[in-house]
């Protein structure tokens, strides 16, 4: 049985007690066909109807009847069947594959009778879709007007499969067109095996987003007990809408909170969520706030904000399921405006930092405003001296063990002469200095404390280089019996530069907010390196392109059928990128080494025997990286530091991924040495992985993921696998399920452990959203 996509509703406008005016022939239609048009006289229904039909006969007592595939139109609507019978010029008797549409809505049936005075009629056998998704089989469908539908004996759904992925039998259903559906007695089945019995449902029958009350969401905790939460949805006119929320838990007890959604323009976007509680077990109220917006102005400026407040250190790692939020310490604020020019931009921002500690104490930064000025490299005229430029100015406020309300003024110009002799030679001269002017700074009093004065302090800071790269060399490669093989570019290029840079005899009194601060202390050094590089030529990348016979697939929350959460996802096939006949050079292979030496200070110490003399040298540690990205999908990236005291390897980390039509991974793996002692200890190994990884199935419906990091040499009392989560997930054209496995385990205080399970129907929302976890 295949249901077309519509909305079903018998139409009483549809159908009119007439007489026949004029019996005629139409010019198109068919040999053997009759066509006529027919004037209505029945009270309020005053129209003409077109009819078309194999035969047309009027009987003795004045009813009309029409056989063979009748057809009418009527005010843009259709009705077909078999054989139709007008009586007494207002109750008409439909039977055979009778249909009705109108306005995207439909009915068909075996048979039809419709009362044209009262605009009432019942269909027997009735199949019908409401637009905008609403499709029914019922034994009985009865129509009153033009917008509402009784069922009796029913099954609906939002599926369009022959035999649904899920359905509900109910015994009797109202549904109002462009409103909503109620629905009683209430048998929900997956496929043909019932699962869940529900008394009373209200359904959103209509285009635009519906209010109403979500379904409930279950849960458990350790320490808060179980937990019910109830969502009511309220749209806004076309671009905003809020959700309300209330929790109840039956130990911590009743929370609460909502999330307003808005689109000012077709350039921006606004979210503000929030939640708080009187939490029982905590001893007091506890709260979170989140206020995001991204917005573009006619005059160049774009804002962004991302404001974050909340209550206690404690609050992520007990509400939060986000690994992101529940592992991080710091809370954010932050309102920018920029504008980039031809070759400068402007930065204006406010930012709140709070950083939070596990004493309960935090320390908290802010800078109203911090108005920022650069200014990329640029020639002078027509000298061969280039600029750029770095300034600011801030109003600055600490507060922590010491309290700071300060002014900062900053200028930081750089000038260089590029020169190139030779294309296969570049040499790079540049100077620069820095000036930063503070209203206050810190004095270092004699005990070994510290104290804000309010005493200005103007700190400098000059600095000079020259960097030579080359000579460079390159080669060109190709199979030289095949001229349609690929070309690959090879090039060569070692490195030297020298460096000095003044130091700051007042670094320890400047107040430190930001990396304009964090002055490195004086050099005198030179770096050197080699760099190698492959390039060959590829067709550049179009955009995914869609496919017209591909099923749309359904995700939570009304989400598409790309790749979302935290666990990597193919595209399903038919969103295959498709390569254009542009080509473009691509770099597939890359490897670079570095090393500094100064001239007057140690770059590196490390202590070897752990009696407290630490083995110095005024080399650093020589560093290696490499990447490989033989195709779009693939790259691979390693990077070592070999430590020249000890003359080992001191760090390796490697990391890639891989994206393919089914699977997708990403992984990184970080190997620390521990060389020498720290504070007399032996200094210990750290070796961790962390492994994501998603295959995509059955055209991207079914998909099944994992992550977590093991780590091989924990500490003592850690576990090995501090984070790992399984998810499968199954979403089709009308419905979707989830199951996930959440463990967390980082440190006493960041600790939960959730099993979920969730189950999504297009039109409905979560029938089932249960998580059982605690904190362990």
Not at 44 to 72: H, I, K, M, N, P
Not at 198 to 206: A, E, G
Request: with cysteine; hydrophobic share 35%; proline share 5%.
């Amino acid at each position: 049985m295949i249901i077309a996509k519509g909305t079903g509703i018998a139409v009483a406008f549809l159908l009119v007690s007439f007489g026949i005016e004029s019996r005629c022939l139409a010019a198109d239609a068919r040999p053997g066909r009759v066509s006529a048009t027919l004037s209505s006289v029945a009270e309020g229904r005053v129209g003409d109807v077109q009819v078309e039909a194999d035969r047309l006969e009027q009987t003795r007592e004045g009813d009309t009847v029409l056989e063979g595939s009748v057809t009418l139109h009527f005010q843009q609507s259709r009705m077909q069947a078999d054989r139709i019978s007008f009586r007494q010029k207002r109750t008409i008797e439909a039977e055979g594959n009778v249909l009705m549409v109108w306005e995207g809505n439909r009915i068909s049936g075996t048979r039809m009778s419709y009362d044209l005075e009262s605009d009432h009629g019942v269909i027997e056998n009735a199949i019908g879709q409401v637009d905008p998704e609403f499709f029914f089989w019922a034994d009985r469908a009865e129509t009153v007007g033009r917008d509402l539908v009784k069922l009796e004996s029913a099954t609906v759904t939002t599926c369009t499969q022959p035999i649904p992925y899920w359905s509900f039998s109910v015994s009797k259903a109202k549904v109002r067109i462009g409103s909503y559906a109620h629905l009683w007695n209430l048998r929900l089945k997956a496929g043909k095996v019932p699962v869940l019995y529900l008394p009373y449902l209200l359904w959103p029958v209509k285009k635009d987003r519906a209010a109403g009350l979500l379904f409930p969401e279950l849960g458990t905790t350790r320490d808060r007990g179980r937990v019910l939460t109830q969502g009511l949805f309220l749209p806004m006119g076309q671009s905003a809408d809020v959700t309300l929320f209330g929790e109840y838990y039956t130990i911590a007890g009743y929370g609460g909170g909502g999330e307003f959604r808005w689109a000012p323009n077709d350039k921006g976007v606004a979210l503000l969520n929030g939640f708080y509680i009187q939490d029982r077990v905590y001893g007091g109220g506890r709260y979170r706030v989140t206020y995001r917006q991204t917005q573009e102005f006619l005059n160049g400026f774009r804002m962004v904000a991302d404001v974050n407040q909340v209550s206690d250190f404690d609050f992520f790692t007990d509400f939060e399921r986000e690994l992101r939020l529940a592992s991080s310490p710091t809370i954010l604020g932050r309102v920018e405006f920029t504008r980039n020019g031809e070759w400068t931009s402007v930065n204006i921002r406010d930012v709140r930092r709070e950083q939070l500690f596990f004493d309960g104490s935090s320390l908290v930064q802010r800078a109203l405003p911090d108005v920022e000025w650069r200014g990329r490299s640029r020639r002078m005229g027509r000298t061969p001296v280039y600029v750029s430029f770095e300034s600011s100015a801030a109003w600055i406020q600490q507060f922590g063990d010491l309290d700071a309300d300060y002014f900062r003024a900053d200028l930081y110009p750089t000038l260089s002469v590029p020169v190139s002799q030779a294309p296969w030679l570049d040499i790079t001269p540049s100077v620069a200095y820095r000036a930063t002017w503070y209203s206050q700074h810190l004095s270092h009093q004699p005990d070994g404390s510290a104290l804000v004065e309010d005493n200005s302090l103007m700190r400098s800071v000059g600095r000079a280089s020259v960097e030579i790269i080359g000579p460079k060399f390159s080669r060109i490669f190709q199979r030289a019996d095949d001229p349609q093989a690929p070309k690959y570019k090879h090039t060569f290029e070692p490195r030297l530069a020298y460096t000095y840079q003044q130091g700051a005899d007042n670094a320890l009194d400047v107040l430190v907010y930001d990396e304009v601060d964090r002055i490195i202390s004086a050099q005198n050094l030179f770096s050197y390196g080699l760099r190698t590089r492959v390039f060959t030529r590829r067709p550049r990348a179009e955009q995914p392109m869609a496919s017209s016979t591909s099923t749309p697939i359904v995700f939570p929350d009304g989400g598409s059928s790309a790749a979302s959460g935290p666990l990597p996802f193919s595209r399903a096939t038919s969103d295959a990128v498709r390569p254009s006949r542009t080509q473009e050079p691509l770099e597939i292979l890359s490897f670079e080494i570095n090393q500094a030496r100064s001239i007057d200070q140690n770059l590196s110490s490390l202590d070897i025997d752990g009696d407290g003399l630490a083995e110095t040298s005024r080399y650093s540690p020589i560093l290696a990286s490499g990447r490989y990205s033989p195709s779009e999908g693939t790259d691979l990236d390693a990077r070592v530091r070999y430590n020249v005291i000890a003359q080992r390897i001191s760090e390796f980390n490697v990391a890639g991924n891989l994206r393919g039509d089914m699977l997708q991974t990403n992984f990184s793996f970080v190997r620390r040495v521990g060389l020498g002692f720290v504070s007399g200890m032996p200094a210990s190994n750290e070796t961790q992985m962390r492994l994501a990884a998603g295959l995509s199935l059955l055209e991207g419906k079914l998909r099944i993921g994992t992550q977590g990091t093991y780590v091989f040499h924990p500490p003592e009392g850690q576990q090995r696998n501090p984070d790992r989560l399984w998810r499968m997930e199954y979403y089709t054209q009308c419905c979707g399920f989830l199951a996930e496995y959440l463990s967390r385990d980082f440190s006493a205080t960041n600790t939960r452990q959730e099993l979920r399970f969730t189950v999504d129907l297009r039109g409905i929302g979560k029938l089932i959203d249960v998580h059982e976890g605690q904190d362990r």
